[in-house]
């Protein structure tokens, strides 16, 4: 029986797109065909690693906009700062010590990937701790969402980290500040920018089916994206991912390869969440969601492959011979033109948040 170890190409593509947020698009990316260079394109020339302006409040702008927040810009800020600060919690914490914060700061896929996080810590490490005392969360409210008698209500919100790079959360509740969570969150691709967005006094219109003026519909745009990096064979798309899309396949291609005498090598990315929407100021829109990734391992008569120590973590199986699967959640920030623009993936995270095999 011949074994191979195989990598955790969740975690693996993960370094990758740190890598990116560092240095751009990486060598290849311009070593693609020219058809997937025409539709990935590079890296925009703004620069994201600073904070953005959110627009102003002035009461008699916000009577022309005809339009009024959910909740005031003084509730949004104390709501997002509580939210953020729960989340460093949960960053400083260590099992079952963060149950309790998880709760308070995050919902849906957000709390699964922060309670894998926290269980992968025993390979990859602890993080920094912060000190919230000498170092408090300071939120930018960049969107909050127009009354319109629909739920969830939604905050759009910013923070730059201490290397100075911007990340992006959405936070959902249903009125009370205490029903608010983080929905979704994810770092900024290098060279990106999320745009303008209406006063947040007069709050930003928010997409809840259909495409109206955009494109395209949000889910589409993302379940066709999803479609794009699946592996071996994914299908075309006219979308500008700032390096993104290149290096996940090319990650899954390396993988592939190792494991080819071993083993069939597939990945598979559908959407996962509901999509959350907001309308900027021109028209267009920004939307957010999580795919779930799948990558699974179809394991050859008398082979046998070696997981990682991340596949161990969740599941203690030392030796495969049948089938593997590891599970990704990809949180994906995208832009949707009006026009025939092509969309841009602004902002993305990946985290491994189970596996199993035999």
Known sequence: MKSVRFTAICALSSLLLISACSDGDSQSASEESASTAAADGGAATSDASTETEQPGDDAAATAQDQGVAVMSVEDAEAIASDLLTKAALVSNGDGEDIEEDVDGAFRGSTAVSALAADELESVSGAPDQRDLIADPVEPNVLAISREDEESPMLLLVQTVTESGAPELYVMA??????????????????????????????????????????????????????????YPVGEDMQVKTNGYAPQVREAAQTQGAEVSEQADYSESNTLKTQTYTFFREDGSAVTFATLKRESDFDVRDGMELTPPEEFLVFEDDSSI????????????????????????MIAAREQMVSASGS
């Open 321 to 344: 011979t049948s089938q593997a699967r590891l599970n990704t959640y990809v949180s994906v920030a995208m832009t949707i033109p009006t026009d025939s623009d092509r969309p841009e």
């Open 173 to 230: 509740g249903n009125g009370d500040a205490d029903t608010f969570r983080i929905v979704w969150w994810a770092p900024m691709l290098p060279g990106t920018d999320i745009g303008t967005f209406d006063r947040r006094s007069a709050g930003s219109p928010i997409l809840r089916e259909g495409k109206d003026d955009l494109s395209q519909s949000p889910k589409e745009l993302l379940t066709a994206f999803g479609a794009s990096i699946d």
